[in-house]
C-alpha cells in the first residue's frame, strides 16, 4: 500500500538541492519510492519561477511538460498564480480581490512559499510506502518537506483554473461596460459640439 502525494522540499543551497534530486532518485531506482515526476524549482528576485535544464527526472521534458508537477508550477508560475498572489506579485481587481492571507489554507499558496525569492526547491509527484523515506532523504541535505495528496492538489488546481475563468469573465465584462460607457460620452460629445455649431450658424 503507498500514499500518491505532492512534496516539495526547499533549500538554502541550490546544490543541496540537486543532490537530494539525485538521492530520490536514487531512492526510485531502489524500489524504495515511486517517483512519477520530479524537479529542481527555482524562483528568481521578481518571482518568476523556472525549472532549469536537467532538473526533470523522469522522462524528459515531454514527461515533464505533461505530469502533475509540470502542471502545478505552470499554475503557480502563470497568470493563474499572479491573481492569487503565488507569484511573488498580485494582479487582482474589482469582484475578485484575492489576498495572499486570505489564502494561507491553500495548498498551492503552501508549496509556492516553500520555493521562496531567490530560493530552490526540489518537488515531486510520489508513490510513498514510507514517508519517512523522503524526509530523510531531503533532511539529509537541509531541506524541509511539505507533503499533500496529489488527489487534493489536483482538486485545488481544477478549483484555481475555475477562478481564474471566473475573473477573466468578470474582467471582460467590466470591460465592455466601459467601452459601451465612453461610447455614450463621446455621442453625447460629439452631439453637444454639433448643437453649438448648429447654433453658431
Do not use: C
Not at 492569487?84 to 499558496?109: K, N, P
Amino acid at each position: 500500500m503507498f500514499e500518491h502525494n505532492v512534496i516539495a522540499a526547499s533549500f538554502e543551497d541550490r546544490s543541496n538541492a540537486y543532490q537530494a534530486l539525485s538521492e530520490l532518485k536514487g531512492a526510485g531506482l531502489e524500489g524504495r519510492v515511486e517517483v512519477l515526476s520530479a524537479s529542481i524549482v527555482t524562483r528568481d528576485e521578481q518571482g518568476r519561477l523556472d525549472a532549469p535544464e536537467g532538473g526533470d527526472a523522469v522522462g524528459g521534458a515531454a514527461t515533464w511538460g505533461g505530469s502533475l508537477i509540470g502542471l502545478m508550477i505552470g499554475v503557480i508560475g502563470g497568470p493563474i498564480g499572479m491573481l492569487f498572489g503565488w507569484t511573488g506579485g498580485l494582479l487582482v481587481g474589482g469582484a475578485f480581490d484575492i489576498r495572499r492571507e486570505d489564502r494561507s489554507d491553500s495548498v498551492l499558496g503552501e508549496i509556492s512559499r516553500y520555493i521562496p525569492l531567490g530560493g530552490t526547491a526540489v518537488v515531486a509527484e510520489v508513490n510513498e510506502y514510507a514517508v519517512e523515506v523522503v524526509d530523510k532523504l531531503m533532511a539529509e541535505q537541509g531541506g524541509t518537506v511539505y507533503r499533500r495528496s496529489a488527489d487534493v492538489v489536483l482538486a485545488e488546481l481544477e478549483a484555481a483554473e475555475d477562478a481564474y475563468r471566473k475573473a477573466q469573465k468578470e474582467a471582460d465584462r467590466v470591460a465592455r461596460e466601459q467601452r459601451k460607457a465612453e461610447r455614450r460620452q463621446n455621442a453625447a460629445e460629439r452631439k453637444a459640439a454639433l448643437k453649438e455649431k448648429l447654433a453658431i450658424s
